[in-house]
C-alpha cells in the first residue's frame, strides 16, 4: 500500500488519427455487458453506447467535411452529474473517476438531464440478450437491472484488476498496464489511457501537446478526457 | 362548592357589559367563558387571554433549524462523498433543507400550541357545556353556590336570558 | 356590498344540504371517474411490473409527461395559499366562502402531485432511499440534490396545507356533529376534538390561522421555487436561467386561481349555491386571474427576450425549436390561450362573467400545462451536444396517468364535498357581533 501512489486516470483522444471506424464503440459492448437494441428502440433513443462516435459534415458536396469524435464520459473532476443525484449513486472517487454505483440508482435521471456531454444512458427494461449473446458476457462486469442509470467507467474492472495483478506481483503499476477496451481496439492507435499524476505516461505527454483541448471547456465541467486536433 | 351558571345575550356590547361588571365584582378570566358559534371578539381588556402561540412558533422553528443543520451536517460528514467537487458540507446548497424543516417546525408548533392552548383535548368533562346557540353568545360564569342568586340577578340586569344553573 | 344577509337557519340548510343523499348524477359521475381513476393505477402498476421503458421517455427526454404534470400540480396547489394565505391576511373579507374549496383543492392537487416523483422513479419500489433513516449502509441521502429539497419542501407543504384545512373545519364538524348520525357522527365527533366554542379555543384557533396564514405562504412560494430548481439548477441550454423561482410561482398561482374557478364553477351549479358563491366573488376570481395573467405574459416576455437577445448558440436552438420550429404550435397555443383569451373575456367587463371566468379558466389549464411541457420537453431533446438531439412522444402509459390524475383530483373532491360543507359555515355568516 505505501508503494502505491494515488492515481487520476486521464484519457487522451488524436481526432487527427481518429478514423472513425467504431471499433471502440463495439469493444465497449462486449467488454462491459451493454444492453443490444434493435432498430425500433434505437430509433426510439433506447440504445446505449457508453462510447459513441459522433459524427458531424461540414460544407456542401463535393466540399464534404467528417469530423468524428469518439465521445464518453469525461470523468469530470467537477461533474454536474454528481451533485443532482438525491440517492449518491453517483461521486467522485479518490482516483478521480466518476463512478456511478448501480446497486444505488433509484433511476430519477436527473444525473442524465444535467451532463452536458450526454454520455449518461439509462435501463429502461431489464437486459434480454439473444442467444447465444450471454456466453460472451463479462463475468468481470455486473449486469445492469431496468432502472439503473450507466455509463463509461474508464473500464474501472481492468483497472481494479491491474492494480490486484501489480499489487500480486509485488511491483507497482506501470503505464500502459491499465488498457480499457476501446484504448486496447483502436486500429488507428488514436487513444491512449494512463495515469495523470504520473508526469511520464502517455496520456500526461498528450494532454501537454499544443493540440490538446477539452470538449465543452467553457462549462467548467474540469473533464479528464483530452482531444488532440489540429488548431484550426 | 363551586357550580356553573350561564345565560345568553343577543349582542356583543350586552355581553361585555355584563363581563365588565362581574370582573369589577372580583370574577377573572378564569372563572368567565364564553360561547358561540363564530369569534367573540370583544374590545381590549375586557375578556383578554394572553397567549404565547408566536413565541413558541418562533422557538419551534428554531430548534428545527438548529435539529436540521446539525442532522445535515453530522451525516455528511458520516460517510463522506464528493460531489462535483463541491466541499463535503456547505451551507447554501441545503439551504432550501433548512428553510423547509425549519417551517414545519413552525406549523408543528403552531398546531400543537393551538391544541394546547385551545385546551381542546384536555378539557375536564366534568365541566357542563352550554350548547351552542347560533346568532347568540352564552356567558358562563363560575361561582360559589352562595353567590349563586346575586350573579344570576347581575346577568338578568344585563340583558340575559335563560339565565340558569348548567347541569 | 352584500345583498340582505342570509338568515342563519337558511344558511346552514343550504350549505349543509349537500351533504345528504347522493343524486343519482352524483354516484354515476364518481363511479366514471373512478373508473378512469382506476385504470391509470393500472397503467401504473403495468409501468411497475414491466419496466419503466414502457413510457415514451428516452435519451436525451429523460423526463417527459410525468415531470409536466408533477410540476402542473404542484402549481395548481397554489390555489389554497393563495386564496386562503394571502387574502386572509390582508383581511380581504369576500375571499370568505371561497377558502374552504380553495384548500380543499391544494390539498388533493399535493397529493396527486406527490405521486409523480414515485411514478417517474426507474426503481419505485425503493423511493424510501431519499429518506434519512439509519441503515447498515451508513448511507444517507443527498441534501444537496435539488430533489431532496422537493422531498422535503412538498413534505412540508402538505403537512402545512392539511393542517391549514383541518384548523377552521373544526367549528364546522363539531356543529355537524349534533346533527349527524352514523358513521357521519362518529367521523365528526373524533374530528371535532371535543369543541366547544369557547372564547379560549377562537382566540387560540383565530391566533392559529393567522400564523399559518403566513408560514404557508413563505412555504408556498418555497415550494415552487424548489420545483422550479429542479430545472433551474441543471446547465442544460434554457433551464439555467434565473428567472424560474419567481416565473413558476407566478405560473403556480395563474394555474391555481384557474383550477379554483372551475371547481367553483361547477360546485356552484351542482350544488346551489347560487347565493353563496356570487357574481362579485367570481367577478373578484376573475380580475384576479387577469392580473396573474399579464404577470404571467411579462415573465415569460422577459425570459424570451433575454435568450433571443443573448444569442447563445446552444439556447436559440431551443428558442427557434419553440417559437418558430418544432414546438410552436404548442407555444402559440399557450400563450392565446394563457392570454390572448383571459384578456378578451375577462378585460372588457360586457364580457366578463361566471361562465367567461370558467372558459378562460380551462384554457388556462391547458395553457399552463402546456407551459410545463414547453419548459421540459424542447430542452432536454436539445442537448448541447447535437450528436445526441432526439424526439419525444408519449406513450399510453403516461397519458393514461396522466387523464386519471384529473379524475382522481374530481373524484377526491366529489368525496370531500359530500362529506364537509364547501362553504365554511361559521365563516361565512355575516358577523353579527363585528361592524363588516
Excluded at chain 3, 348520525?181 to 387560540?204: F, I, M, N, Q
Excluded at chain 3, 419548459?375 to 445526441?388: D, E, G, K, N, Y
Excluded at chain 3, 373532491?413 to 361565512?428: N, R
Aim: hydrophobic share 50%; charged share 20%.
Amino acid at each position: 500500500m505505501s508503494e502505491q501512489t494515488q492515481h487520476r486516470w486521464g484519457m487522451a483522444i488524436d481526432l487527427d488519427r481518429c478514423t472513425g471506424c467504431q471499433a471502440c464503440v463495439a469493444a465497449c459492448h462486449a467488454e462491459n455487458n451493454l444492453a443490444v437494441s434493435d432498430p425500433a428502440s434505437a430509433a426510439k433513443g433506447r440504445a446505449v453506447h457508453w462510447i459513441r462516435v459522433d459524427r458531424y459534415y461540414e460544407g456542401e458536396f463535393p466540399d464534404v467535411r467528417v469530423k468524428y469524435r469518439p465521445v464518453l464520459c469525461q470523468q469530470c473532476d467537477e461533474a454536474p452529474c454528481e451533485p443532482v443525484c438525491p440517492v449518491y449513486a453517483t461521486y467522485h472517487n479518490d482516483e478521480g473517476l466518476n463512478v456511478q454505483v448501480y446497486n444505488r440508482c433509484v433511476g430519477t435521471r436527473y444525473c442524465g438531464n444535467n451532463c452536458p456531454y450526454s454520455v449518461r444512458f439509462f435501463n429502461w427494461f431489464d437486459p434480454v440478450w439473444a442467444e447465444p449473446l450471454p456466453l460472451q458476457h463479462n463475468p468481470d462486469v455486473s449486469i445492469r437491472e431496468g432502472g439503473v442509470m450507466e455509463k463509461c467507467t474508464f473500464c474501472v474492472q481492468r483497472i481494479s484488476r491491474a492494480k490486484d495483478d501489480a499489487r500480486a506481483d509485488g511491483r507497482p503499476l506501470q503505464d500502459g498496464d491499465v488498457q480499457p477496451a476501446c484504448v486496447q481496439s483502436c486500429p488507428a492507435e488514436a487513444m491512449v489511457f494512463g495515469d495523470l499524476n504520473d508526469p511520464e505516461s502517455k496520456v500526461s505527454q498528450w494532454a501537454k501537446s499544443g493540440r490538446s483541448t477539452k470538449l465543452l471547456e467553457e462549462l467548467g465541467t474540469k473533464p479528464k478526457v483530452f482531444y488532440l486536433e489540429r488548431a484550426r | 362548592m363551586s357550580l356553573y351558571l350561564a345565560g345568553t345575550f343577543r349582542t356583543k356590547e350586552a355581553a361585555v357589559q355584563a363581563i365588565r361588571e362581574l370582573r369589577a365584582s372580583g370574577y377573572g378570566p378564569g372563572d368567565l367563558t364564553v360561547f358561540s358559534d363564530e369569534p367573540a371578539e370583544f374590545p381590549r381588556g375586557v375578556l383578554d387571554r394572553p397567549s404565547h402561540m408566536s413565541l413558541a412558533v418562533v422557538l419551534g422553528a428554531v430548534v428545527f433549524f438548529v435539529l436540521v443543520v446539525a442532522f445535515v451536517y453530522f451525516t455528511q460528514y458520516n460517510y463522506k462523498l464528493v460531489t462535483g467537487g463541491m466541499p463535503i458540507f456547505s451551507f447554501w446548497p441545503a439551504g432550501v433543507v433548512f428553510f423547509e424543516m425549519t417551517m414545519l417546525g413552525a406549523i408543528l408548533m403552531a398546531f400543537g400550541w393551538f391544541i394546547w392552548e385551545s385546551g381542546l383535548l384536555r378539557r375536564d368533562k366534568s365541566v357542563p357545556v352550554p350548547a351552542i346557540e347560533p346568532e347568540l353568545i352564552c356567558l358562563r360564569v363560575r361561582c360559589a353556590a352562595e353567590q349563586f342568586e346575586t350573579i344570576a340577578a347581575a346577568l338578568e340586569n344585563a340583558g340575559a336570558r335563560n339565565v340558569g344553573k348548567l347541569a | 356590498m352584500a345583498p340582505a344577509p342570509i338568515p342563519y337557519h337558511q344558511v346552514r340548510d343550504d350549505l349543509w344540504r349537500p351533504l345528504k343523499g347522493a343524486s343519482k348524477r352524483y354516484t354515476l359521475t364518481l363511479a366514471l371517474l373512478s373508473a378512469v381513476a382506476l385504470w391509470g393505477l393500472i397503467a401504473w402498476g403495468y409501468q411497475i411490473r414491466v419496466g419503466i421503458g414502457v413510457a415514451g421517455i428516452r435519451r436525451p427526454v429523460f423526463w417527459g409527461f410525468y415531470l409536466v404534470d408533477f410540476v402542473f400540480w404542484i402549481g395548481i396547489s397554489h390555489a389554497g395559499t393563495l386564496i386562503s394565505a394571502i387574502l386572509r391576511l390582508t383581511d380581504a373579507d369576500w375571499r370568505k366562502p371561497v377558502t374552504r374549496a380553495a384548500e380543499a383543492i391544494t390539498v388533493f392537487a399535493l397529493m396527486i402531485g406527490g405521486l409523480f416523483p414515485l411514478i417517474h422513479l426507474g426503481r419505485v419500489w425503493l423511493f424510501y432511499w431519499l429518506f434519512p433513516y439509519p441503515n447498515s449502509r451508513l448511507l444517507w441521502p443527498n441534501f444537496r440534490s435539488p430533489l431532496m429539497w422537493d422531498v422535503t419542501a412538498i413534505s412540508t407543504y402538505l403537512t402545512g396545507s392539511v393542517i391549514f384545512l383541518y384548523l377552521p373545519l373544526i367549528p364546522d364538524v363539531a356543529q355537524l356533529a349534533e346533527h349527524a348520525r352514523g358513521w357521519r357522527l362518529r367521523l365528526y365527533k373524533v374530528l371535532a376534538l371535543g369543541w366547544t366554542g369557547s372564547d379560549r379555543e377562537w382566540h387560540a384557533l383565530e391566533r392559529a390561522m393567522k400564523l399559518m396564514a403566513g408560514i404557508i405562504l413563505a412555504v408556498a412560494v418555497s415550494v415552487h421555487s424548489v420545483v422550479a430548481w429542479d430545472f433551474a439548477m441543471a446547465i442544460a441550454p434554457m433551464w439555467h436561467s434565473t428567472i424560474f423561482a419567481p416565473y413558476f410561482v407566478v405560473g403556480a398561482i395563474f394555474s391555481g386561481l384557474a383550477g379554483l374557478i372551475v371547481a367553483l364553477t361547477i360546485v356552484r351549479k351542482t350544488m346551489r349555491l347560487e347565493s353563496y358563491l356570487t357574481p362579485h366573488h367570481f367577478g373578484n376570481l376573475a380580475k384576479l386571474l387577469l392580473l396573474m395573467s399579464l404577470l404571467w405574459l411579462y415573465f415569460t416576455f422577459a425570459e424570451h427576450l433575454t435568450v433571443w437577445y443573448g444569442n447563445e448558440p446552444k439556447e436559440m436552438s431551443v428558442f427557434g425549436a419553440r417559437v418558430s420550429g418544432r414546438f410552436s404550435p404548442e407555444f402559440w397555443a399557450m400563450v392565446v390561450v394563457n392570454f390572448v383569451v383571459p384578456f378578451v373575456l375577462l378585460g372588457i367587463r360586457r364580457l366578463r362573467s361566471i361562465r367567461t371566468a370558467a372558459i378562460a379558466s380551462i384554457g388556462v389549464l391547458a395553457g399552463m400545462w402546456l407551459e410545463r411541457y414547453l419548459i421540459i420537453v424542447p430542452t432536454l431533446s436539445m442537448p448541447r451536444l447535437s450528436a445526441a438531439w432526439g424526439r419525444y412522444s408519449p406513450s399510453w402509459v403516461e397519458i393514461s396517468i396522466t387523464l386519471a390524475t384529473f379524475a382522481a383530483m374530481a373524484a377526491l373532491y366529489l368525496v370531500f364535498a359530500k362529506i364537509f360543507p364547501i362553504v365554511s359555515v361559521w365563516e361565512f355568516e355575516p358577523h353579527t357581533q363585528e361592524e363588516e
